[in-house]
């Protein structure tokens, strides 16, 4: 079991940056492959990237791709997304979620690919 808080969602302006923060519970955090999704109103939750459980292995969604970095801290039990040159577009709830490893190169596109959720935490790009 784990249990995913984030945090650092904000308003920004147009080309802004955030790093949001998922802090995660439990010792077999190291176990788990790690992922970031997004959802706006009226829309289906989108993937934005995934991190292997070691780190070494990261993959994104086309539209935040060369913008967007995410990352892990396996001592401190927290993943991270990086953001920047952020658009209008990139508005919504931003989500953390860890699922089983099948392996140590393995990452997870999928919302099904995730067993834990954080409560989300949101992320509005206006002028």
């Known amino acids: 079991q784990v249990q995913l808080v984030e945090s650092g969602g904000a308003l920004v302006q147009p080309g802004g940056s955030l790093r949001l923060s998922c802090a995660a519970s439990g010792r077999t955090f190291s176990t788990y492959v790690m992922g970031w999704f997004r959802q706006a109103p009226g829309k289906e939750r989108e993937f934005v990237a995934t991190?292997?459980?070691?780190?070494?292995?990261?993959a994104y969604a086309p539209s935040v791709k060369g913008r967007f970095s995410i990352s892990r801290d396996n001592a401190k039990n927290t993943v991270y997304l990086q953001t920047n040159s952020l658009k209008p577009e990139d508005t919504a709830a931003y989500y953390c979620?860890?699922?089983?490893?099948?392996?140590?190169?393995?990452?997870?596109?999928?919302?099904?690919?995730?067993?834990?959720w954080g409560q989300g935490t949101q992320v509005t790009v206006s002028s």
């Open positions: 979620a860890a699922g089983p490893s099948l392996g140590s190169d393995y990452v997870s596109s999928r919302v099904r690919g995730y067993d834990y």
């Open positions: 991190i292997s459980r070691s780190g070494g292995i990261t």
